[in-house]
C-alpha cells in the first residue's frame, strides 16, 4: 500500500540534500570502497527527545554516512535518494538519525512487529558490535515506526525471534522521511576495551523504485548481515554494558475445556562476559505461541514443523549443526538437535516443562552453547532430563570445525539416548565451499551401524550456483533429540542453478535455470530406493514478482505396502511418475498479492491434480489478511481421494506494540476447524500482556474437540 503521512518538515534541519552525481562502482572494487567506509560517532551529554524529527544540535555535528550502492536493480550505482545517517552516545545508550529523501510517495504495508522486510519501505542497522566479522545485531524501522529485529551470526545467519529492548520513532513528509533510534548498551555485546571500533552497515530498501541499498556495498549474492562486508563505526569510548541482568516474571491463567489453572514462573538473562549470557527459566509456558500450521502428508516420510517457543528461539543459532549451502532452504534432511524434541509430544501436545538454563555466547575464537532442560511426567510420557552441548572454532574469515553432543535420560531405568559427532565448513574466495559432518547415536537394542554422515561441496556466486552433496544415515541412527525427514538411506544428490542478470532493466531482476537430481540407496538392502530429477526455469522481475515452470520425474521402489490414505494403500513394486508446475507470484508490496501453482502428472499407479494458491489482501499498514488454500484430487488403481486445507490469517496493528492478530483453519482430513486468535499487548520494552483464545471443532460432528482462554502477563526487569 501507498501511504503519505505528512507530520511536519523534517528537512530544514540543517542537513544538505545534496545531489550526487551518478556513477557506478564496480563489483570488483568493492573492497576498496568498503575501506573507505567509515563514520565516526560522536559522545554527547545532553538529553535527546526521541520523536523522530532530529531538532537537537548536536545533530548536525555529527559526521554523515552517506552514498549509498545499490545492490539492485543497477548494481554499484550510486542511490539517487540520498540517505544520510548519523550517531551519537552517551553513558547508556547509542543514538541513531537517519534522514531518507524521497521524491516520490513512501510505502508501508506492516506495523506489526518483525514486518515483513520485502514489502515496506525500510532502513536498516547493522551493528557488529564484537566486531568479529561473524556475528552482530539488526534493527529496522519503516516510514510508520514499525520495528524489527534479529541476532546475526555465521557471518549472514539471522534469528528474527531474537527481540532486543530498543526504541526508535520517525515522521514523514514529502520530502521524505526520518528516523531516529534509540539503542542501550545493554542489549549488545561487545568488548571491555576503552576504545570501541565496531562493524557497520546500513541498508535501505525503497519499494517504489524496486531499490536495495548499502553504505558498505554487499555483492547481489549476499544480505546485508554479511557483516565480513561491513564499514566501520568509531569515536566510541569508555562505555559499558553495566550488570546487564534481566528478569522476567509471569503470570497466568487459563479457562480451558479440560482444567482451569493459575499459575506462574519467570525468566533469567544475565550477561557472565560481554560476551557470555545465562539464560534461565522456570516453571517454562509458551501460552501465547501461535498454533502450528496443519500441513497435509502424501509421502513416507516425516512432516518438519518449525520452532515458535521463545526460550528456544533465542540464540538458536549456538546450536545449529552443519552448514548448507543456499540451493535448498529449508530441506536438510537431518538435524541432530532439534528443540521440539523438548516438551512437545510425536503430535505437538506440550509436556510440562520444570525450567532449564542456556550459556551461550563467544570466547576468543569459540563460539559456544549449552543448554540442559528437564521436563516433567505427563501421562504414560516420564520425566527427562535434556542435554546439549555444541562448541565451534572459528577458522580464516568464513570456516570453522566444531562438534556436538545431546543426551536424553529418562527416569525409567535404562531409557536413554547420546549423539555425538563433529563437522567442519570451509569457505575460500567468498564462493568455494566445502562441508561435512559425522555423527553417532548411542540407545539402548541399537548397536552398529549407528552413524550418519555427510559431505558437500559448491561453488556460488553471484550467478552460478553448482553443488554436490553426499548423505548417509545408517540404520541404527536415532537422534532422538533431532529430527530425520527419511532414515535408512544414502543419498547422492547434484544441484545447478544459473541466474543471469539483466544489469540495464527496470522490468526484470533475473532468469533461474535449475536442474537437480537424487539418487537414493536403502541402507537395508543396498538397491535403488528413489531416484527424483528436476528442472525449472523461471523469470524474476524488479518488483519481486516471478513466473516458473518446474518439471519433477520419481523413481520409487517399495519393499512393503505404503498406506498413502487409512483405507488406500500402494502396493510393492517400482513405480515412475512424471509431474509438472507452473507456479507464479505476485509483487510482494502490492496491496493485494498473492501466489499459485498447479501440479498435474502421474503419481505412484495413478494419476494427481494439486492446487496451492495464497491471496493477500494489505488493506492498509494497520490491517493485513491473509488466505491459503491447498487441494489434492488423487486417482489410483485402488481407490480415489481428495484432500482440502484451508487457512485464514489477520493480523490488526493497533500502534507498533499492540497487535491482534488470527489464525483459522480448516482440515478435511481430520474433519477439524481450529482458532488461535491472540492480543498482544507491549506495556513496555519486552513486558507484555497476552489475551489467547483456542478452539478446536469437529466438523462432522459438530463437538467441540477444546477450547481455551488465556490470560498471561509479563515485566521485564532490567538492571
Known sequence: MLCLITLGPLFSQGFSNSNIA?????????????????????????????????????????????????????????????????????????????????????????????????ESDNINIVLDSLDDNRSGFSFTTNPAGGKRDQQLSNDGQGNLDWTGVWDVRTSVDDEGWVAEFVIPFKTLRFSNSPTQEWGLNIGRRMMRTKENSQWSPVPVRFSQFRVSLAGTLTGLENIHQGRNLKIKPFAIAEAASARNRADGGVDLKYSLTPSVTLDATYRTDFAQVEADQQQVNLTRFSLFFPEKRDFFLENAANFNFGANLGYRPGQANLLPFFSRRIGLSAVGTPIPIAGGSRVSGKVNQYDFGLMAMKTERSGSTPSNNFLVGRVKRNLFRNSWVG?????????????????????????????????????????????????????????????????????????????????????????????????????????????????????????????????????????????????????????????????????????????????????????????????????????????????????????????????????????????????????LRFTYGFTPRAFLNGFVQYNADTHQVSSNIRLNITHHPLSDVYFVYNDTRDTMTGQLVGRAFIVKFTNLFNF
Do not use: C
Not at 523522530?52 to 539517487?80: K, M, N, R, Y
Not at 518446474?550 to 502396493?571: E, M
Not at 508490496?589 to 495413478?606: D, H, Q
Open 22 to 118: 551518478p556513477r557506478t562502482i564496480s563489483p570488483a572494487d568493492y573492497d576498496t570502497v568498503r575501506a573507505t567506509k567509515v563514520v565516526r560517532a560522536l559522545r554527547i551529554h545532553e538529553q535527546i527527545n526521541l520523536d523522530g524529527h532530529l531538532e537537537e544540535p548536536v545533530w548536525s555535528l555529527a559526521e554523515p554516512a552517506t552514498d549509498f550502492v545499490e545492490q539492485q536493480p543497477h548494481v554499484g550505482e550510486i542511490s539517487p535518494d540520498p540517505t544520510e545517517t548519523r550517531f551519537l552516545y552517551d553513558d547508556d545508550n547509542l543514538y541513531v538519525g537517519v534522514v531518507l529523501h524521497d521524491s516520490g510517495k513512501v510505502v508501508v504495508n506492516s506495523i506489526t512487529y518483525d514486518f515483513p522486510s520485502t
Open 403 to 647: 562438534s556436538i553432543v545431546t543426551s536424553r535420560d529418562s527416569s525409567t531405568a535404562g531409557d536413554y539416548n547420546r549423539v555425538y559427532g563433529a563437522d567442519a565448513h570451509f569457505q575460500f574466495f567468498q564462493k568455494l565451499l566445502f562441508d561435512s559432518y559425522l555423527l553417532q547415536s548411542n540407545t539402548p537394542a541399537k548397536t552398529g551401524k549407528n552413524q550418519a554422515r555427510r559431505f558437500q561441496t559448491g561453488w556460488e556466486d553471484d550467478q552460478l550456483t553448482v553443488a554436490l552433496e553426499y548423505n548417509d544415515v545408517q540404520t541404527n541412527f536415532d537422534p532422538q533429540m533431532g529430527f530425520v525427514r527419511r532414515g535408512n538411506v544414502g543419498d547422492y544428490s547434484e544441484d545447478f542453478f544459473w541466474k543471469p542478470r539483466f544489469r540495464k532493466s527496470d522490468t526484470f531482476q533475473y532468469l533461474t535455470f535449475q536442474l537437480s537430481a537424487d539418487y537414493y540407496k536403502s541402507g537395508s538392502t543396498g538397491k535403488v530406493e528413489s531416484r527424483t530429477q528436476e528442472g525449472l526455469v523461471g523469470l524474476t522481475f524488479q518488483n519481486g514478482a516471478s513466473i516458473t515452470f518446474d518439471t519433477f520425474q520419481s523413481f520409487d521402489r517399495l519393499l512393503k505396502p505404503f498406506a498413502i490414505r487409512p483405507n488406500i494403500s500402494i502396493a510393492p513394486g517400482d513405480y515412475t511418475y512424471l509431474q509438472y508446475t507452473p507456479s507464479f507470484r505476485t509483487s510482494p508490496s502490492n496491496k493485494l498479492s498473492g501466489s499459485a501453482g498447479y501440479t498435474w502428472g502421474e503419481f505412484w499407479n495413478g494419476r494427481q491434480k494439486s492446487f496451492n494458491g495464497e491471496v493477500i489482501l494489505k488493506a492498509n499498514y494497520h490491517l493485513n489478511v491473509d488466505f491459503t488454500y491447498g487441494r489434492n484430487d488423487v486417482e489410483l488403481t485402488n481407490g480415489a481421494f481428495t484432500t482440502n486445507l484451508v487457512g
